[in-house]
């Protein structure tokens, strides 16, 4: 999986927790619970679409590594050898 493809991964996972938001509109370094207003379950569950389109465990440690856009694929690329 390229870099670009995680970048869509983690949108439609936003997307599925979040549909009012415009995708395009991210702020790739800004908080996305500050962007959006998300709450803790919000992003609970956004770590679970996450995981669930991916297969990748995240561990509740890890979360905060999560907190962008650009921050995710981050995370995620050395996982399936984007790096």
């Known amino acids: 999986m390229t870099r670009e ?3 869509q991964v983690v949108l439609e996972a936003l997307a599925a ?3 009012e ?3 395009k509109s991210i702020a790739p370094r800004t908080s996305l619970r500050d ?3 998300l709450d803790s379950v ?3 569950n956004f770590i679970v679409a996450i995981h669930t389109a991916t297969g990748f465990d ?3 440690v890890d979360y905060p590594k999560l907190s962008t856009l650009d921050d995710c ?3 995620l ?3 399936c050898g984007a790096g």
């Open 77 to 79: 690329a050395p996982k």
């Open 17 to 19: 927790v979040a549909p």
């Open 58 to 60: 995240i561990p509740e």
């Open 42 to 44: 919000d992003f609970l």
């Open 21 to 23: 938001i415009d995708l």
């Open 73 to 75: 694929v981050t995370y």
């Open 35 to 37: 962007q959006y207003d």
């Open 5 to 7: 493809e995680l970048r």
